[in-house]
Nanobody
Framework: QVQLVESGGGLVQTGVSLRLACAAS????????LGWFREAPGKEREFVSA????????YYADSVKGRFTISRDSAKNTVYLQMNSLQPEDTAVYYC?????????????????WGQGTQVTVSS
């Protein structure tokens, strides 16, 4: 059973940075795609970024491109989301998700496992 545990959320002011972490366990993730999604109050869950565990290829939503960076540490089985220049519109619960294999995609229904989420609140 795959388990994903997010950490690193918090309350910050506009313009600062946060780094989210997703600790993955329960499998060998060499063929997996790990992604980050977010859900703001009253809005649908949206794709943020994804990374292929094996090759490190990355994919970003246009709304975060240039501000957010996804990375992985294979030794720690952890995926990170470095978020810079945070804005109030980045406020959301951020979820880590895992896709067993295949392409980097943005559709949440293609992901097989989900974490419980971590709250990020950006005050203006």
């Amino acid at each position: 059973q795959v388990q994903l545990v997010e950490s690193g959320g918090g309350l910050v002011q506009t313009g600062v940075s946060l780094r989210l972490a997703c600790a993955a366990s329960g499998r060998t993730f060499s063929s997996y795609v790990l992604g980050w999604f977010r859900e703001a109050p009253g809005k649908e869950r949206e794709f943020v970024s994804a990374i292929s565990w094996r090759g490190g290829s990355t994919y970003y939503a246009d709304s975060v491109k240039g501000r957010f960076t996804i990375s992985r540490d294979s030794a720690k089985n952890t995926v990170y989301l470095q978020m810079n220049s945070l804005q109030p519109e980045d406020t959301a619960v951020y979820y880590c998700a895992a896709k067993v294999k295949g392409l980097l995609v943005s559709r949440g229904s293609n992901y097989d496992y989900w974490g419980q989420g971590t709250q990020v609140t950006v005050s203006s």
